[in-house]
């Protein structure tokens, strides 16, 4: 084809056929009709049209112009705007993450770490005002419209806790680390099977619920129990509580033959035995008084994949703030005046680093 007008060139780059282009339509919904998708290039069109790419371009904007304001005059689709506690735990660790991350990237002409910070920050404090009661120690699953309500589930838990955790270590806030192990107590008080090990989806109050479920399978989302054997990972190098490592060992136990026989099936489970095996470490940047002095040694750590590393930043204001929670950090300064890292495990530290050399080196040799 060596020309083409605007119409040709949507029905190539849309897949649009004379007689639909539905692959399979068992219930006969879309006979004769098109679902639009991208099924051609831009390369591709101009090739076949003799059109430049330019041209090409600028008809497909003014066709999807064209297509939105006849959208505009059909039924809009309803919208799910119901806040769910877990999906919020989730992408509260993502933002958290992603801050640490960045803060090692910025410096590098990265994106800056501090918009992501603050999301989860705001999603963390709309959960714990809105849908937790620290006077009963309840924790409701939904929100919506001003209300909230249903108990939650484990995996409401798990996953808020995992996004606090993440939270903590970006921020090094103690009020994210005593909210998480509020919550991880009611979590194994309520969901903790002491029989078999790992944890029940459900608490087993509600009678119309025949049978408590204990999730083993990683689909779209990941089990609370793999989850959560990833928060106490965490939490146990943190916080003495002589139940959670024995509750470790006794859920990695439970899912043994699953993660031998069909152990893509169980991916989360699989990381979680992975830190298990490794040895989770702990990495403490004890910045300088004045915040800004050398920023080179946590931009340092950032930079670095250390999947198996609990990492905090303790700035001079914070150290006495943690104090309560976790002593053996406030403990962790400056070295004359300049930012220093520890490198520890199981809290078994050794000397403390102020150079970026020096770091990449302990890095190398605790790996």
Same mark, same amino acid.
């Given at each position: 084809?060596?020309?083409?007008?605007?119409?040709?060139?949507?029905?190539?780059?849309?897949?649009?056929?004379?007689?639909?282009? *539905?692959?399979?339509?068992?219930?006969?919904?879309? =006979?004769?009709?098109?679902?639009?998708?991208?099924?051609?290039?831009?390369?591709?069109?101009?090739?076949? =049209?003799?059109?430049?790419?330019?041209?090409?371009?600028?008809? &497909?904007?003014?066709?999807? +112009?064209?297509?939105?304001?006849?959208?505009?005059?059909? %039924?809009? %689709?309803?919208?799910?705007?119901?806040?769910?506690?877990?999906?919020?735990?989730?992408?509260?660790?993502?933002?958290?993450?992603?801050?640490?991350?960045?803060?090692?990237a910025a410096a590098d002409g990265g994106v800056?770490?501090?918009?992501?910070?603050?999301?989860?920050?705001?999603?963390?404090?709309?959960?714990?005002?809105? !849908?937790?009661?620290?006077?009963?120690?309840l924790l409701l699953r939904r929100y919506r419209?001003?209300?909230a309500e249903i108990d939650a589930y484990a995996?409401?838990? #798990?996953?808020?806790?995992?996004?606090?955790?993440?939270?903590?270590? @970006?921020?090094?806030? $103690?009020?994210? &680390?005593?909210?998480?192990?509020?919550?991880?107590?009611?979590?194994?008080?309520?969901?903790?099977?002491?029989?078999?090990?790992?944890?029940?989806?459900?608490?087993?109050?509600? $009678?119309?619920?025949?049978?408590?479920?204990?999730?083993?399978?990683?689909?779209?989302?990941?089990?609370?129990?793999?989850?959560?054997? !990833?928060?106490?990972?965490?939490?146990?190098?943190?916080?003495?509580?002589?139940?959670? $490592?024995?509750?470790?060992?006794?859920?990695?136990?439970?899912?043994?033959?699953?993660?031998?026989?069909?152990?893509?099936?169980? %991916?989360?489970?699989?990381? #979680? &035995?992975? =830190?298990?095996? @490794?040895? %989770?470490?702990?990495? +403490?940047?004890?910045?300088?008084?004045?915040?800004?002095?050398?920023?080179?040694?946590?931009? *340092?750590?950032?930079?670095?994949?250390?999947?198996?590393? =609990?990492?905090?930043?303790?700035?001079?204001?914070?150290?006495?703030?943690?104090?309560?929670?976790?002593?053996?950090?406030?403990? !962790? @300064?400056?070295?004359?005046?300049?930012? #220093?890292?520890?490198?520890?495990?199981?809290?078994?530290?050794?000397?403390?680093?102020?150079?970026?050399?020096?770091?990449?080196?302990?890095?190398?040799?605790?790996?």
């Amino acid at each position: 084809m060596a020309r083409g007008d605007a119409s040709v060139i949507v029905r190539l780059r849309f897949g649009v056929e004379p007689t639909g282009n *539905a692959p399979q339509d068992p219930q006969q919904e879309f =006979t004769g009709k098109n679902l639009l998708y991208v099924a051609r290039s831009v390369d591709d069109i101009a090739t076949q =049209t003799g059109r430049s790419v330019d041209d090409i371009v600028d008809t &497909l904007n003014r066709a999807r +112009v064209r297509m939105f304001q006849e959208r505009l005059g059909r %039924p809009r %689709p309803h919208r799910d705007d119901k806040v769910l506690t877990a999906w919020n735990g989730l992408m509260i660790a993502a933002c958290a993450r992603l801050a640490r991350v960045q803060q090692g990237a910025a410096a590098d002409g990265g994106v800056a770490a501090e918009p992501y910070l603050q999301a989860a920050r705001r999603a963390a404090g709309f959960i714990r005002e809105r !849908m937790w009661s620290a006077g009963s120690n309840l924790l409701l699953r939904r929100y919506r419209d001003g209300h909230a309500e249903i108990d939650a589930y484990a995996e409401d838990y #798990a996953y808020l806790i995992f996004g606090l955790l993440e939270l903590f270590q @970006a921020s090094a806030e $103690p009020m994210w &680390l005593e909210w998480a192990i509020a919550l991880q107590h009611r979590q194994d008080e309520l969901f903790w099977d002491d029989e078999a090990g790992g944890w029940f989806s459900t608490t087993g109050r509600d $009678p119309t619920v025949l049978v408590r479920m204990k999730e083993d399978y990683d689909g779209a989302e990941p089990t609370a129990s793999a989850v959560s054997v !990833m928060n106490l990972l965490v939490l146990s190098q943190l916080v003495d509580d002589a139940q959670w $490592p024995r509750r470790i060992e006794r859920t990695l136990r439970l899912f043994g033959a699953r993660l031998e026989q069909i152990g893509r099936a169980v %991916p989360m489970m699989a990381a #979680a &035995l992975s =830190t298990y095996v @490794a040895g %989770p470490q702990q990495i +403490v940047v004890a910045e300088a008084a004045d915040g800004a002095a050398d920023q080179a040694l946590g931009r *340092a750590v950032a930079r670095h994949y250390l999947p198996f590393a =609990t990492i905090l930043r303790v700035g001079a204001d914070r150290r006495a703030a943690l104090r309560g929670s976790l002593p053996l950090v406030a403990d !962790m @300064a400056a070295v004359d005046g300049r930012t #220093a890292v520890y490198v520890c495990r199981h809290f078994a530290c050794r000397q403390p680093v102020t150079t970026v050399e020096a770091l990449e080196q302990e890095l190398r040799a605790r790996s």
